[in-house]
């Protein structure tokens, strides 16, 4: 099994996350203005303090709103997007570099610490493992730092390797050879399908977009 990821593949999953967000955010940005346009005679129709103004003020306050939460739907998209393309080509790679830098930051990971520490001891020693996770991911670009996130968020990356840690403990002596078996023992587990993009959260989006938008400025 290789274990280098190419750095070409790296840049175009941090693209791929960063395209998603400018797409989204530009996508938001247009509906929003034309929303604002089609019915800036409506919101403006204020009525002193009534229902009628704070449905008016809704109705702007979604369109003022809108691009932070376009921005956030791109960024959650593009995540997926990025991890997807990672993990078709790339997945016990991947794997096995998120585990190689556990190990160069915990070593004690692979030393046999944590079944010596106990249950306590190795609950403390994996709280540790999620608190500088950012750490483990390293220097890389703020792209692909928020993919390998979504990546060990969704597929629940730690509790896995701390399986695969208990499952190989003892069992192999040479710690690359382990470090390997570990890595394909995770990858089976992940299947692929769970980062397939889909439209349908933009969809959602802009449908309900559209939708209360019309509402708080006619009703």
Request: charged residues 20%; positive net charge; glycine residues 8%.
């Amino acid at each position: 099994m290789k274990h280098e990821l190419p750095l070409t593949e790296l840049m175009r999953a941090g693209f791929r996350v960063s395209s998603r967000v400018a797409g989204y955010l530009a996508v938001g940005l247009l509906l929003n203005l034309g929303l604002l346009f089609a019915f800036f005679g409506d919101l403006k129709a204020f009525d002193g303090f009534s229902t009628t103004t704070l449905l008016r003020l809704g109705g702007m306050l979604v369109i003022v709103a809108s691009p932070v939460l376009y921005c956030l739907l791109g960024v959650r998209q593009g995540s997926r997007a990025a991890v997807f393309g990672l993990v078709q080509k790339y997945k016990a790679p991947l794997i096995h570099t998120l585990l190689s830098k556990m190990m160069a930051r915990f070593p004690e990971l692979f030393a046999g610490a944590v079944g010596a520490a106990g249950a306590e001891g190795a609950a403390r020693l994996w709280g540790q493992v999620k608190e500088k996770f950012d750490e483990i991911l390293g220097e890389n670009s703020i792209f692909l730092r928020m993919a390998l996130r979504a990546f060990v968020a969704r597929v629940r990356f730690l509790r896995l390797a701390e399986d695969a840690l208990g499952k190989f403990a003892g069992k192999e002596t040479d710690p690359a050879k382990r470090l390997e078996k570990m890595a394909e023992w995770i990858a089976e587990r992940i299947p692929d399908e769970r980062f397939a993009p889909t439209w349908t959260p933009l969809a959602f989006a802009l449908s309900s977009n559209v939708v209360l938008v019309t509402a708080l400025a006619v009703l």
